[in-house]
């Protein structure tokens, strides 16, 4: 079993619809998650990152974590075409460094 | 652009030549680290330095040597390349070496070895 999981997609959602990209984990201890947007051939840049247990919104973006489930995700609403990216979770696994899921590609349909 | 510098944005280079990366950043974060990152793949960790001392080394080939000359320089020395070491190499920065710490990346230097 992967450390960090996530579906690879494509992941389709027309303009201005909600996209739900979700990551799941299997270290119980992990305390810190992250998630970054990734456009092609360009470094990843964090958009999000959430610790406890529930819902954290900025923006159009809101990250999603329960602990219980070993489950985060992330919330786009109104979804634009430059939303078309990878996402990458990323999680602090109580090893001293982060491990990044394989990333969801995300296309948002004009 | 972002707070985290690396240079130069692409590198091309033979298996017998000898090059470096660098990057630097000045938020005054005393956590460096090193990726390697594949095309469709995420991103993997090589290397961590917290407060200028090597932290985690990921089993990575000697061919591959950090550098850490002060808290805002990260240096990646690199030597006898082979083929598949061509990637993007990415230097992030975080405040400390701490779980609660988001990392910040780097624009990358893409690294080709012919």
């Known amino acids: 079993q992967k450390e960090v999981e996530q579906n690879s997609g494509p992941l389709s959602v027309p303009e201005g619809a909600i996209a739900s990209l979700n990551c799941t984990y299997s270290?119980?201890?992990?305390?810190?998650f992250f998630w970054y947007r990734q456009y092609s051939g360009k470094s990843p840049e964090l958009i999000m990152f959430?610790?406890?247990?529930g819902d954290k919104e900025d923006g159009r973006f809101t990250a999603q974590l329960n602990k219980a489930s070993q489950y985060v995700s992330l919330l786009i609403r109104d979804s634009q075409p430059s939303d078309s990216a990878t996402y990458l979770c990323?999680?602090?696994?109580?090893?001293?460094?982060?491990?990044f899921g394989s990333g969801t590609r995300l296309q948002v349909q004009p | 652009d972002t707070e985290v510098t690396q240079t130069p944005k692409h590198l091309v280079m033979g298996m017998t030549n000898k090059k470096s990366l660098k990057c630097e950043q000045h938020?005054?974060?005393?956590?460096m680290y090193w990726y390697k990152q594949k095309a469709k793949k995420p991103p993997e960790l090589m290397f961590v330095?917290?407060?200028?001392?090597?932290?985690i080394n990921e089993s990575v080939p000697s061919r591959f040597s950090p550098e850490c000359p002060n808290s805002s320089l990260l240096n990646l020395h690199l030597h006898a390349l082979q083929p598949e070491d061509s990637a993007l190499y990415l230097c992030?920065?975080?405040?400390?070496?701490?779980?609660?710490?988001?990392?910040?990346f780097g624009d990358g230097t893409r690294l080709s070895i012919l």
């Open positions: 938020m005054g974060h005393r956590a």
């Open positions: 330095y917290s407060y200028e001392k090597l932290s």
């Open positions: 270290d119980r201890g992990s305390q810190s």
């Open positions: 992030a920065s975080s405040p400390t070496e701490g779980s609660n710490q988001p990392q910040h």
């Open positions: 990323a999680v602090h696994t109580g090893r001293r460094a982060l491990t």
């Open positions: 959430i610790y406890s247990n």
